[in-house]
């Protein structure tokens, strides 16, 4: 079956623009995942859904960062006016209900590069 | 702030050879993760260790769990080619259920 897909495989945009990273999890997994991985690090969490709502925004960097999700289906990342710092990998992971006895199955990942 | 530090960070190989990789963390956890990346690819689960003690296998990788240690590692026998790729080690933060913290990954390179 079709796995976590994300929108687009690469972005490059200019500083100060804003940017929309789209993420279709797995049908009928309920839990999503938001995740950066800058250069040479690690994944860091951004933020969590259960369905539509957000429990856990607590990994958002800063107020530019804003994510929505329509009911169990497409997330939305949202980075308002870009900047440098803000280039990495953003990872979409979803699972079939919240925690981790459920596997997270990650998404290919979009590239952005704010120039 | 839980940490989770992998070593080594770049792992260069010879086929048929063994080595490990270490994930060390800071805080009291009691679930940890290895996953596998190829370029350009998504993260692929690999173990899922749940309890001190626990040991599992797949093919020429070994992972295994000591949690009074705060260590677990990644044990590759025999390399081959294929097993080039990145793998991180990720940790269940504590008191949540869903939310995990990743190491730095190890880039591992087998050479022929």
């Known amino acids: 079956g079709a796995g976590v897909s994300q929108s687009p495989s690469n972005k490059v945009t200019e500083k100060g623009k804003d940017v929309e990273l789209r993420c279709d999890p797995i049908s009928g997994h309920t839990a999503l995942y938001w995740y950066r991985q800058r250069l040479g690090q690690g994944l860091e969490f951004l933020i969590y859904?259960?369905?539509?709502?957000?429990?856990?925004k607590s990994g958002l960097p800063s107020d530019r960062f804003s994510a929505e999700r329509t009911g169990e289906s497409v997330s939305t990342l949202t980075i308002q006016r870009t900047q440098q710092e803000d280039s990495a990998v953003y990872l979409c992971?979803?699972?079939?209900?919240?925690?981790?006895?459920?596997?997270?199955?990650f998404g290919p990942g979009t590239r952005l590069t704010v120039t | 702030e839980l940490k989770v530090e992998q070593n080594p960070l770049f792992l260069s190989m010879q086929e048929g050879k063994n080595y490990t990789i270490y994930c060390n963390y800071s805080t009291t956890s009691d679930r940890l993760y290895w996953y596998r990346q190829d370029p350009g690819k998504s993260l692929e689960s690999l173990f899922v260790l749940l309890s001190n003690g626990a040991v599992k296998q797949e093919g020429r990788l070994m992972a295994s769990l000591d949690t009074k240690a705060r260590l677990s590692t990644l044990h590759i026998t025999a390399a081959v080619h294929d097993l080039s790729a990145t793998y991180f080690c990720a940790v269940l933060s504590g008191g949540s259920n869903y939310k995990l913290t990743f190491g730095k990954g190890t880039l591992l390179t087998v050479n022929p």
């Open positions: 992971a979803s699972s079939l209900a919240p925690g981790l006895q459920y596997e997270q199955y």
């Open positions: 859904f259960q369905g539509n709502s957000a429990p856990d």
